[in-house]
T-cell receptor, first 118, second 112 residues
């Protein structure tokens, strides 16, 4: 089974509108971290936001927020007030295991291509 | 957070040759990772490179094809050997530090 599932290969959003990118995950580890990255056409990976499994509140970073629903194992990224520069691939990723033990590697979803329409 | 300089940014190589990719980090980091991103696909971990030990390769990746060097805590190289068109991908290095992961800018490899 896939550990990270992103069901939306592509999304369109009107400029200045909000958009939600879906991410569900699968793990039996009680300690894990969830990350969202943006990858423009240039290929670099830009960190957006992080949510730890024990965090009580949903993470927010500027226009980015993470809708974390632990029981449903979902970690959807919400981008408010979309801008043309938000057009890119977006990847959800997970790290399992506690610090000092387990693996520190990231597992990525297949990504969602977001296109912002003027 | 760490800053990574990854070189080259892109290259076009003949099949059968090799390409060595370098990642230089501006601070000492224990864990470094190498990823491959095939066209239109997600990132797949090739190996984890920790200083002072052999790299740990993921299933489907072997040392003969992807030899990795990690001579110190700020530098690593990935060589993609005996190139074929199927190796055309973006290759990225990444480091882990408290607070998260930082990625190099990627190497876009085209094999002709």
């Amino acid at each position: 089974a896939q550990k990270i599932t992103q069901t939306q290969p592509g999304m369109f959003v009107q400029e200045k509108e909000a958009v939600t990118l879906d991410c569900t995950y699968d793990t039996s580890d009680p300690s894990y971290g969830l990350f969202w990255y943006k990858q423009p056409s240039s290929g670099e990976m830009i960190f957006l936001i992080y949510q730890g499994s024990y965090d009580q509140q949903n993470a927010t970073e500027g226009r980015y927020s993470l809708n974390f629903q632990k029981a449903r194992k979902s970690a959807n990224l919400v981008i408010s007030a979309s801008q043309l520069g938000d057009s890119a691939m977006y990847f959800c990723a997970m790290r399992e295991g506690q610090k000092g033990a387990g693996s520190y590697q990231l597992t990525f979803g297949k990504g969602t291509k977001l296109s912002v329409i003027p | 957070s760490a800053v990574i300089s990854q070189k080259p940014s892109r290259d076009i190589c003949q099949r059968g040759t090799s390409l060595t990719i370098q990642c230089q980090v501006d601070s000492q980091v224990t864990m470094m990772f190498w990823y491959r991103q095939q066209p239109g696909q997600s990132l797949t971990l090739i190996a984890t490179a920790n200083q002072g030990s052999e790299a740990t390769y993921e299933s489907g990746f072997v040392i003969d094809k992807f030899p990795i060097s990690r001579p110190n805590l700020t530098f690593s190289t990935l060589t993609v050997s005996n190139l074929s068109p199927e190796d055309s991908s973006i290759y990225l290095c990444s480091v882990y530090e408290i607070g998260g992961y930082t990625f190099g800018s990627g190497t876009r490899l085209t094999v002709v």
